[in-house]
C-alpha cells in the first residue's frame, strides 16, 4: 500500500531554514507527481509546491522564490528547503502523492512552527 513518511519539522526562528524529507514506498515513485501540501486548525488544506516527473513544478503564491520542492526517484524521497521562513508558514505539513485514478494521498504530516 501507499505509504508516506515525513521528517524534519520542527521549531525555527523566523528567517530560518528548514528541510522537510518524505520517503515513500508501494507505488511507483519516478512517474507520480509529487507535492507538499500543509493545514492549519481550523482551515483548509493548501497545496504548496508540487513536481511533475518531467521536472516542471508548481508553488503557491506565498511561498515562491523561498521554498524549493525536489525529488530522488532512486531514494523514492521528496523534499522540500523552505528558507526565510515566515510565522505564517506554521503549520502540519502534509508529504502528497497525486494519483490520477485514486486521487491525492497524504503522510501523516509533520509539524513545523515558527517563532517570531
Known amino acids: 500500500q501507499v505509504q508516506l513518511v515525513e521528517s524534519g519539522g520542527g521549531l525555527v526562528q523566523a528567517g530560518g531554514s528548514l528541510r522537510l524529507s518524505c520517503s515513500t514506498s508501494?507505488?511507483?515513485?519516478?512517474?507520480?507527481?509529487m507535492a507538499w501540501s500543509r493545514q492549519v486548525p481550523g482551515k483548509q488544506r493548501e497545496l504548496v509546491a508540487r513536481l511533475s516527473p518531467d521536472g516542471s513544478t508548481y508553488y503557491f503564491e506565498p511561498v515562491k522564490g523561498r521554498f524549493a520542492i525536489s525529488r530522488n526517484n532512486e531514494k523514492s524521497t521528496v523534499y522540500l528547503q523552505m528558507n526565510s521562513l515566515k510565522p505564517e508558514d506554521t503549520a502540519v505539513y502534509f508529504c502528497t502523492a497525486l494519483f490520477p485514478d485514486l486521487g491525492p494521498r497524504w503522510g501523516q504530516g509533520t509539524q513545523v512552527t515558527v517563532s517570531s
Open positions: 508501494g507505488f511507483i515513485f519516478s512517474t507520480t507527481v
